[in-house]
């Protein structure tokens, strides 16, 4: 059953959650109440950009002869540091994540456990796919990991702190018509566009200019990161602006 954004069943209370705030939703999501919604998303994506903003200028203002093209890799992991930082504290502060009736310790650390594994099974299988698109296998096999590092701190960790280690909830989200919150919509757009920054960054490598970004996997890594901040911008300006037209599935 589809029903209008402004209109969810009650069941449905603990997916729909405004920054930590419950909302009654057996009542009409007001206007206001919506766009405010969509305004503190938008701040959230505004610190989350000046995150990566951050872990490049400072950098080069404390390590001597840092530069993005020069100390490629420590300004990698530099940013996909901060990104996992600032996207771990904001979602948790907010309290997007889905919440569980479970506050075992047990249940926690096997959720933290499970997160952990995830992560690290989407590092190796980024690792495996860009391998398999063309980089070279042992030649620059840190290179090719520190890019799939940074690829699942921009799409798979943001995976974890929307909708926690449930893959199944992944796949809906990732489905046709499988978005039931405005966090989804958002979910899908900024890591539907840092995984195609990254391979459009892949196009000019192979070209004949000499130039330092060309070199393996500059220009992928910084589509990977244009691209993520390109959907930081959008997903919001994009919701808002068919926020009238959308509607979300209720399972």
């Not at 990732?174 to 890591?191: I, K, N, P, Y």
């Not at 196009?203 to 070199?215: G, K, M, S, T, Y």
């Not at 911008?233 to 808002?240: C, F, K, L, N, R």
């Amino acid at each position: 059953m589809s029903v209008n954004v402004g209109w969810v069943q009650a069941s449905d209370l603990a997916r729909h959650r405004v920054y930590g705030i419950q909302v009654d939703l057996t009542k009409p999501l007001s206007n206001t109440m919506w766009d405010q919604e969509i305004r503190q998303m938008a701040s959230s994506h505004a610190i989350m950009a000046s995150g990566v903003f951050m872990a490049t200028v400072v950098p080069a203002v404390l390590v001597p002869g840092f530069s993005v093209y020069g100390t490629h890799l420590l300004w990698l992991y530099s940013v996909a540091g901060a990104v996992a930082v600032v996207n771990i504290t904001l979602f948790w502060l907010l309290g997007v994540s889905s919440p569980t009736k479970k506050h075992t310790i047990t249940y926690k650390v096997s959720r933290l456990v499970r997160s952990c594994l995830y992560l690290l099974l989407s590092c190796l299988s980024f690792h495996t796919v860009v391998i398999l698109y063309g980089a070279p296998l042992l030649e620059t096999a840190l290179e090719t990991f520190s890019l799939a590092v940074l690829l699942t701190s921009l799409t798979t960790l943001r995976c974890v702190c929307v909708l926690g280690p449930n893959v199944q909830a992944w796949i809906r989200v990732f489905s046709r018509h499988g978005a039931m919150s405005v966090w989804d919509t958002s979910l899908q757009m900024v890591v539907g566009c840092s995984v195609v920054g990254a391979w459009l960054g892949a196009f000019p490598i192979p070209l004949d200019w000499d130039r330092p970004w060309q070199v393996w996997p500059v220009s992928c890594s910084l589509g990977a990161v244009i691209g993520y901040l390109t959907g930081l911008v959008a997903a919001p300006a994009w919701i808002h602006w068919h926020r009238k037209h959308l509607t979300y599935k209720i399972k």
